[in-house]
């Protein structure tokens, strides 16, 4: 990790009007969350498709509920880490600064909720994959905040909706779903008006997400990358740091 390339981040930062930062799932890896690829990975031990497409829900709604309510519990005794913290912080205290994310976990909630408990809707993250600890309707258009634990012990214990007796599933977005058109066209207008996109933790290999820092560039801003390995967005970046964004980010957010 170069000293020097992160001093001239911070500097950057520090002179900038307006940022954005995009995360993923390697800024809750400190809070002990696992991240989807690499070592120790999700998708190393699972295969997506039979857990995170609507056609495996469809097939065996159960098994899809025992993984989610697995991680669900497991998260639920996650706390937000430092990089959690700095993000929090710039978001309450420069009214220019926004956070998109793809994490499902809650802990960007957490963190700023704790922080400004008065937060308005615009510091909050702009969620682009949903979240862990919402539920909506396979049928109809019926979501709910819910952290309660699932019972999928067999079909017939599974949550159903309250409005049409459907199966309630997980609201996140799975493969293959279209993210919501309204939260994506939102990411990528505040991307665009940014001076600098800082991206931390992602491996920017799923889209749309992975192109929103280019919204960036295109309107001439500049990208920071917070990453211990190389990306396909680390050659479009002004610095790519190579550490954790825990100790990374506490640094360079104003
Ligand atoms: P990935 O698991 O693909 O990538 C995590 C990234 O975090 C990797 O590039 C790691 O090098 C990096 N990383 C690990 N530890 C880190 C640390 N302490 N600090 C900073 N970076 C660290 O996760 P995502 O890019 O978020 O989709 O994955 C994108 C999407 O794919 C997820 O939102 C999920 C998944 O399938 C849905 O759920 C729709």
């Given at each position: 990790m170069s000293?020097?390339d992160i001093?001239?981040a911070?500097?950057?930062?520090?002179?900038?009007?307006r940022?954005?930062?995009?995360?993923?799932?390697?800024?809750?890896?400190?809070?002990g969350?696992?991240?989807?690829?690499?070592?120790?990975?999700?998708w190393?031990?699972?295969?997506?498709?039979e857990?995170?497409?609507p056609?495996?829900?469809?097939?065996d709604?159960?098994?899809?509920?025992?993984?989610?309510?697995?991680?669900?519990?497991?998260?639920?005794?996650?706390?937000?880490?430092?990089?959690?913290?700095?993000?929090?912080r710039?978001c309450?205290?420069?009214?220019?600064?926004?956070l998109?994310?793809?994490?499902?976990?809650?802990?960007?909630?957490l963190?700023?909720?704790?922080?400004?408990p008065?937060?308005?809707?615009?510091?909050?993250?702009?969620?682009?994959?949903?979240?862990l600890?919402?539920i909506?309707?396979s049928?109809?258009?019926?979501?709910?905040?819910?952290?309660?634990?699932?019972?999928?012990t067999?079909?017939?214990?599974l949550?159903?909706?309250?409005?049409?007796?459907a199966l309630?599933?997980?609201?996140?977005?799975?493969?293959?779903?279209?993210?919501?058109p309204?939260?994506?066209?939102?990411?990528?207008?505040v991307?665009?008006?940014?001076?600098?996109?800082?991206?931390?933790g992602?491996?920017?290999?799923?889209?749309?997400?992975?192109?929103?820092?280019?919204?960036?560039l295109d309107?001439?801003g500049?990208?920071?990358?917070?990453?211990?390995d190389?990306?396909p967005?680390?050659r479009?970046?002004?610095?790519s740091l190579?550490?954790?964004?825990?100790?990374?980010?506490?640094?360079?957010?104003p």
């Amino acid at each position: 990790m170069s000293e020097s390339d992160i001093a001239a981040a911070r500097e950057l930062v520090a002179n900038v009007d307006r940022i954005v930062i995009l995360t993923g799932a390697g800024v809750s890896a400190e809070s002990g969350v696992p991240t989807f690829r690499g070592e120790g990975g999700l998708w190393k031990s699972y295969r997506p498709e039979e857990l995170a497409t609507p056609q495996a829900f469809a097939a065996d709604p159960r098994l899809v509920w025992e993984w989610y309510d697995m991680r669900r519990s497991a998260i639920a005794l996650c706390e937000p880490n430092a990089g959690h913290e700095a993000i929090a912080r710039a978001c309450v205290e420069h009214a220019s600064c926004h956070l998109v994310t793809q994490n499902v976990d809650g802990l960007h909630h957490l963190a700023l909720g704790r922080r400004a408990p008065s937060a308005s809707p615009d510091q909050y993250p702009i969620t682009l994959h949903g979240s862990l600890y919402r539920i909506r309707c396979s049928c109809c258009a019926f979501a709910r905040d819910d952290r309660d634990p699932v019972d999928s012990t067999s079909v017939q214990t599974l949550p159903r909706c309250p409005e049409c007796d459907a199966l309630l599933r997980p609201g996140v977005v799975w493969f293959g779903e279209a993210l919501d058109p309204d939260v994506l066209a939102h990411a990528f207008e505040v991307a665009a008006a940014a001076d600098v996109c800082i991206v931390a933790g992602t491996s920017a290999l799923v889209h749309p997400a992975a192109s929103i820092p280019l919204a960036t560039l295109d309107s001439g801003g500049i990208v920071i990358e917070v990453n211990p390995d190389e990306t396909p967005l680390s050659r479009h970046a002004r610095y790519s740091l190579r550490g954790a964004s825990g100790e990374i980010l506490p640094i360079i957010l104003p």
